[in-house]
């Protein structure tokens, strides 16, 4: 029994969606990180005359979008938090005051999706008797462990993905030559953003070529507009 019990964990356990919570606040930190720093680079590189305000730009915008993250992500998730706690209330006193419809409400539900009318309200009985409001939580609210919003985990896990991305072209700046360092910027910034959306693609289990051409797409975008912003005014900094 228990060697089964472990073979059916092992067999759940590869299931991507399980990651979706810290994978999409990652990649969104990571790749705003190596977006936004490599643009704002690109676009002081290019009215540039010393590496100096390029290098002081870059790490200024590492600092303020690392901590924008992190507070932007935990805001957000915590409003979504206060949401599922409010329904959550709202199902406690819905179970106190009408059971019945209640319980009416959950039989419906399975019905809905695919079980006789009979059954479903076997299952919803049962299920009820065990844990009421467990069983309307998941099944009508459609909260669960691996969707229910964590606003600490992903304030964290935006926060360090965005320092890292934003490492990479502030290391960038620093080693190479200020001559053309706007078209290195450009190249390691492209190279950047394929990498982490292959990565993520295949931490996803999604396809790998879509994510890198939209990542490369929209990227070169980015840095070609901010670029085209630091010559557009023509102001020499250095």
């Known amino acids: 029994m228990e060697n089964n019990t472990t073979e059916f964990d092992e067999y759940l356990s590869p299931h991507y969606i399980t990651r979706s919570n810290w994978l999409r606040a990652a990649v969104l930190g990571a790749n705003d990180g190596i977006l936004s720093t490599t643009s704002i680079a690109i676009g002081v590189a290019a009215a540039s005359t010393s590496k100096e305000p390029i290098i002081l730009a870059t790490l200024a915008g590492l600092v303020a979008g690392a901590l924008s993250m992190a507070a932007g992500e935990y805001v957000s998730v915590s409003s979504q938090t206060d949401v599922e706690k409010s329904d959550v209330e709202r199902e406690k006193m819905e179970l106190e005051e009408m059971p019945e419809m209640e319980l009416e409400m959950l039989t419906r539900i399975y019905e809905e999706r695919g079980l006789k009318r009979q059954t479903a309200e076997l299952v919803a009985k049962e299920l009820t008797e065990k844990d009421a409001l467990g069983a309307h939580i998941r099944d009508e609210l459609g909260i669960n462990d691996i969707n229910q919003a964590k606003p600490i985990q992903a304030a964290l896990a935006s926060g360090a993905s965005f320092t890292f991305g934003a490492l990479l072209p502030l290391f960038v700046a620093m080693l190479l030559p200020l001559k053309n360092l706007e078209y290195y910027l450009y ?15 295949k931490a996803g289990g999604s396809s790998v070529w879509k994510a890198v051409l939209r990542i490369t797409f929209w990227g070169t975008v980015a840095m070609g507009v901010t670029a085209l912003v630091g010559y557009f005014f023509g102001v020499t900094v250095g």
């Open 187 to 201: 190249v390691f910034g492209i190279i950047f953003l394929v990498t982490l959306g292959a990565m993520a693609a």
